[in-house]
């Protein structure tokens, strides 16, 4: 008797053509690859309330996106009080409000402020009051939902970051916050373990761009192998389930003069355009690439990057992808989010 790994068995005395064997064997072995969810992929995205371009891309496509995260809320460093850090002008829209999420973070000032969750850690007491007055923004901007982002942490910060977190998801369930979200750096696993971060949240969500930054020598923001391997970890954590992936619309402009500056990809393409300078995808890493000889580099996401990035971690089991930032975005990526 042959046996396929339980697929289908074949008599040896059974004398029917080869290709019935053939076939299953076949499909023996396409019993153990990978295969995709069924469940559709949902879409969030982040808008940059700074950004009119951000609204009006919302505005536009707002329906294909399960959620987006329109409040940005964030820690005084000084008071460590929180503070709505831009006026909501997207988040009560009629298309947006029943899926309207916050961000809760540390970022001010072009950087992230541990010492912000450090201070708040230490003292339980604090750390409630601080947690009951983001709840209360939250109630005010009407939020369903939150992502905290508390980057900046290291493995001895842990039991603050642990204790700031539950009192911040306590509170904000107690009015009525359906889903808590906490953000972890791609790879950081020793600051940031997922499983404990997931005994006060309901889904993490990796940062999986950044992988080259504004203060780095230039790079890809998110080449596929370095993803797939961070989400890989990730996943191996705490299960597909529980992950929210998030990948870049954006992309860098590094200059040898100047500071190195966040482009979209129109802006990319109009200045590769304006320059004659070719805008081509780098194989290795599937993003856009442009080095002009007057000494700037562009790297820079587009539909091509994010269907690439999409696919490969459904292969993984992930079904949700949030979107940094909209606003910045190739038009054709609304293509696939439609889909």
């Given at each position: 008797m ?15 053509s080869?290709?019935?064997?053939a ?7 396409c019993a ?8 559709p992929?949902?879409?969030w995205g982040f808008?940059?309330?700074w950004?009119?371009?951000?609204d ?5 496509h707002g329906?294909?996106l399960?959620?987006?995260i329109?409040g940005?809320?964030?820690?005084d460093?000084?008071?460590?009080r929180?503070?709505?850090l831009?006026?909501?002008?997207i988040?009560?829209h009629?298309?947006v409000?029943?899926?309207a999420?916050a961000?809760?973070?540390?970022y001010?000032?072009g ?8 201070g ?8 409630a009051l601080t ?8 109630d005010s ?9 508390f ?15 539950k ?5 904000a369930?107690a ?7 906490i ?11 997922a499983a404990l971060?997931?005994?006060s949240?309901?889904?993490?969500m ?5 992988q ?7 790079g ?11 989400l ?11 992950i929210?992936a998030?990948?870049?619309?954006y992309?860098?402009?590094?200059r040898?003069s100047?500071a190195t ?6 802006d990319?393409?109009r ?6 300078t070719?805008?081509t995808?780098?194989h290795?890493?599937?993003?856009l690439h442009a080095?002009s ?7 820079v996401?587009?539909h091509v990057l ?6 490969e ?9 949030a979107l940094?930032?909209?606003g910045?975005?190739?038009p054709?990526v ?6």
């Open positions: 042959f046996h396929g790994a339980g697929v289908c068995a074949v008599d040896r005395s059974d004398t029917r080869f290709a019935r064997v076939a299953c064997v076949l499909l023996a072995a153990h690859l990978p295969s995709q969810p069924r469940v992929p949902a879409y808008t940059g309330p950004d009119p371009n951000s009006a891309s919302v505005e536009a329906p294909s399960a959620r987006v329109t940005w809320i964030a820690l460093t000084a008071s460590f929180p503070v709505q831009y006026p909501d002008s988040g009560k009629p298309v409000a029943p899926r999420m961000l809760i973070t540390t001010v000032g950087r992230f402020h541990p010492e912000v969750i450090r708040l850690g230490e003292d339980a007491q604090v750390s947690a009951g007055a983001i709840a209360s923004l939250i901007g009407g939020y369903h939902g939150v992502v905290i982002d980057e900046g942490m290291t493995p001895r910060d842990l039991d603050q970051l642990l204790t700031v977190t009192a911040v998801a306590d509170s369930r009015h009525g916050v359906s889903m808590i979200v953000a972890v750096p791609a790879g950081d696993t020793a600051a940031y373990p971060l997931l005994q949240a309901d889904l993490i990796p940062v999986l761009y950044d080259h930054w504004a203060t780095s020598p230039p890809p923001v998110a080449a596929v192998d370095w993803v797939n391997r961070n890989g970890t990730r996943v191996a954590e705490v299960g597909a389930a529980r929210v998030a990948f870049p619309l992309g860098y402009r590094w040898r100047a500056e966040v482009i979209s990809y129109d990319a393409r200045l590769a355009t304006t320059t004659n070719p805008l995808r780098d290795a890493s599937a993003m080095l000889p007057e000494g700037w580099e562009i790297w996401s587009d994010l269907e690439t990035l999409v696919r971690a459904r292969e993984l089991g992930v079904t949700t992808f940094w930032r909209l910045l975005e190739d054709a609304w293509d696939i989010i439609g889909r």
